[in-house]
């Protein structure tokens, strides 16, 4: 992983896809119009209803704030040497509704550049940030049929619980 340089003109960098295997994973907080960008368009790409620009952007607004007002919450990016978003991590910590300790709720995890080790360098980041600040245990939210499950799987995550939906 890099030390950041200093940013220069984003016309002067080599591009984004020639630097993103040097990378850094840095706190978010100066990433958050970044990370909230991608994640909205990234989500977009899941959701089973048809709603126009105007419907999605403002229900996602209201789930952002509504999961903002619980639990203490972090965030972490991935950069690449010149400061360049690559990818992030949202995690939050709350007591667990099931086994009542506290937890750590990973909320989303996203990258540019799959295959690299982003994810795992982000992941590892947020687990280790999650006990160092008392949680117990991690748990995350996955589609069945989101090929990532395999990929948590291999990182120690197992399947506990399944959520039932039935459309109306």
């Known amino acids: 992983m890099a030390l ?3 940013r220069k003109p984003s016309s002067e960098l080599p591009p984004v896809e020639k630097t993103a295997g040097d990378f850094t994973i840095l706190d978010g907080e100066d990433y958050l119009d970044e990370i909230f960008e991608n994640d909205m368009r990234i989500s977009r790409s899941f959701t089973r209803f048809q709603l126009s620009d105007d419907d999605y952007e403002e229900n996602y607004g209201k789930v952002i704030k509504s999961l903002l007002s619980t ?3 972090k965030f972490f990016v991935a950069a690449d040497t010149y400061g360049r978003y690559l990818g992030h991590v949202w995690v939050c910590l709350k007591i667990d509704t099931v086994d009542f300790v506290p937890s750590a709720y990973i909320y989303d995890i996203e990258t540019l550049f799959p295959g690299i080790g982003i994810g795992n360098a982000l992941l590892k980041k947020a687990e280790e940030w999650a006990r160092e600040n008392g949680a ?4 995350l939210r996955v589609d069945v049929n989101n090929p990532a ?3 948590y799987s291999e990182k120690g995550y197992s399947e506990r619980a399944v959520i ?3 459309m109306l």
């Open 164 to 166: 039932m939906e039935k």
């Open 4 to 6: 950041l340089k200093k």
């Open 71 to 73: 639990g203490e919450h």
């Open 149 to 151: 499950r395999k990929w």
């Open 136 to 139: 117990r245990k991690v748990s």
